[in-house]
DNA sequence: CCCCTTCTGCGTATGACATACGCGTTATTG
DNA sequence: CAATAACGCGTATGTCATACGCAGAAGGGG
């Protein structure tokens, strides 16, 4: 060999092409019997990058400070690594974790309460691990966490009558909602923590920038919308991302429904 | 001066703190009289830096790239642009330009065929410029057409009966669901595009490494749904987006509902 | 028991890139 | 007609990801 090695993707369950990083996630790793034993770990480095992304943000996690902070040098890491991709990927997963079990399905409530539990399940993994909104996507990940999310997902939905396309639409619906909103919030305290100042003080600060360029003539419903004061009033960091999910909890019942009575 | 100038961020109109790129695309630019007349423009090198991501990608946007393409060195155009995210902002308003006027909205017709126009017209400027969903968010936008098509959103809410709050809470929802199906097609497609091979074969390739990373005692709600055959069938590459959106919908009907009952 | 294979850590090198700085040049205005 | 600003841009800096190859370590086969 000797190229960028850090296993080229050779799977032990059947020999498919499977992206080197999901390999790694799921310790599809070969221990080679050969060489000196590696003075490194996948855990370790991944460990490290996380604690960077975390004090530091994401973009202060370069292969260079890793290694640095891993006691290693850059090029070492790609023993364990095939791409800095890789490292991104098995950094969601490491932070994520695996989801707690859902109460409201050990209570036997309806699928509502699970799938709202969920939610917030997911929600806060996010508002924890912000950083992770910035990885960059590339297709729906299948780690184990990942998966695990999903089949939690899936079983919340259960009870609900819906059939399995159906099923994992919604379960997509929820997940891209529960994401775009924590990007929300991350957006927010991204700028709040670039500008010294005040969550409340950098809304006030998008509303007067609005106001400023809103036409009353050209804008009626916006304007209307400051008007209304709406903007200074919440408050609630959690408002919207209840509301948005009430919303649409109340179109999926509508859709279980309609699956009822035998659309 | 003689820093990074490009405009360093006074409005004309007030004098307060807008970020350069948005003056920019508002025009609210001073045209100094003192110095040479510019050999550029910014419209011409923003729409350079459109013509090359829509060719060959995001990725392959850079300033040195982009002044090639205008013809000039890769420092000018910091005379017109004071930062790469700039251009981004302006690569995007260019891209998406203002709405088209709603049909649904001058014939009359209810909030939901209007938001539903609203939502596909949105998700055309996406598919149309798929690169625009690979530039990294940071915050709302309060660029022209940004403004516009909120505007455009809120107007699809005026009979609705809803207050201003929720309009807003319900367009925010309209568009990042309209976003990440999106995103979701423009992964699809670089899939394609990465390796050689057509749509349905990724999917195949997908499912069939889902299928063998998944346990049917660990996961058996993905198991059933694998196994159920449903990620062999659709085909039809609107479909999410049209169960997604009506779903959602579907929710806000129930919310208008229980505002006019008195809630 | 030794050597050969295979893997390790890592120094060095390459090639992008964004962008600061300052110089010479060109219009405009007093 | 000079003082003033802007302009175009060459040069330099610093950061990154990552290719390549070497030297040393650890087992396995003869």
Do not use: C
């Amino acid at each position: 060999m000797g190229k960028g090695d850090a296993v080229t993707g050779k799977s032990g369950t059947g020999g498919g092409d499977l992206p080197a990083s999901i390999e790694a996630a799921w310790g599809l790793r070969e221990r080679p019997a050969k060489g000196p034993k590696p003075g490194l770990s996948l855990e370790r480095i991944v460990a490290a990058a996380v604690a960077v992304a975390a004090s530091e943000g994401l973009a202060a996690v370069s292969m260079g400070r890793v290694a640095k902070e891993v006691g290693a040098s850059t090029m070492s890491l790609y023993r364990y690594v095939s791409a800095k991709d890789e490292l991104y990927v098995l950094m969601q997963e490491a932070a994520f974790g695996p989801p707690a079990p859902l109460a409201a399905l050990e209570a036997g409530a309806g699928w509502r309460e699970a799938l709202t539990e969920w939610a917030a399940g997911q929600r806060a993994q996010f508002l924890a691990n912000l950083w992770v909104l910035r990885i960059p996507i590339g297709g729906p990940p299948a780690t184990p966490n990942s998966l695990a999310w999903w089949e939690q997902g899936l079983q919340a939905l259960e009870g609900s009558g819906l059939g399995e396309g159906d099923k994992i639409s919604v379960i997509l619906l929820v997940s891209n909602f529960v994401r775009s909103e924590a990007l929300l919030v991350s957006d927010l305290s991204a700028a709040v923590a670039a500008r010294g100042v005040s969550p409340e003080e950098v809304v006030a600060g998008q509303e007067r920038t609005l106001r400023r360029l809103v036409d009353p003539v050209r804008h009626p419903a916006i304007h209307r919308l400051l008007d209304s004061g709406v903007m200074s009033e919440p408050d609630d960091p959690d408002y919207e991302f209840t509301f948005g999910l009430a919303t649409l909890l109340d179109g999926v019942e509508a859709l279980i429904r309609s699956t009822a009575a035998g659309g």
